[in-house]
Nanobody, 123 residues
Framework: QVQLVESGGGSVQAGGSLRLSCVAS??????MGWFRQATGKEREGVGG???????ILRNSVKGRFTISKDDAENTLYLQMNNLKTEDTAMYYC???????????????????WGQGTQVTVSS
């Protein structure tokens, strides 16, 4: 049984930083991603990482966010720097049993999801 547990969310001022973590159990880390959903908006993909550590990020977070993973610890990370108010959302990690093919920004091909961690950025 695959279980994903996120942590690290919180409230910060604009320009601040947070690091989200996602601990995976029962999963080998072939293709994982971070998604977010703001109140009243559709879910959107933040970025993904494949089994070789290659990453893809959406344009609005490039240069500010970094995705990484620690295979030994079965943990996925999202380092978020220079946060903006528009980054406020519930953040979810997700995983799929198949290899990545690019990045599925809608997340429809991801089978496993965490419970989410809230990130709130104030001006």
């Amino acid at each position: 049984q695959v279980q994903l547990v996120e942590s690290g969310g919180g409230s910060v001022q604009a320009g601040g930083s947070l690091r989200l973590s996602c601990v995976a159990s029962g999963y080998s880390g072939r293709c994982m991603g971070w998604f977010r959903q703001a109140t009243g908006k559709e879910r959107e993909g933040v970025g993904g990482i494949d089994m070789n550590g290659n990453t893809i990020l959406r344009n609005s977070v490039k240069g500010r966010f970094t995705i990484s993973k620690d295979d030994a610890e079965n943990t996925l990370y999202l380092q978020m720097n220079n946060l903006k108010t528009e980054d406020t959302a519930m953040y979810y990690c997700a995983a799929r049993p198949l290899d990545c093919i690019g990045f599925d920004y809608r997340g429809n091909s991801y089978n496993y999801w965490g419970q989410g961690t809230q990130v709130t950025v104030s001006s």
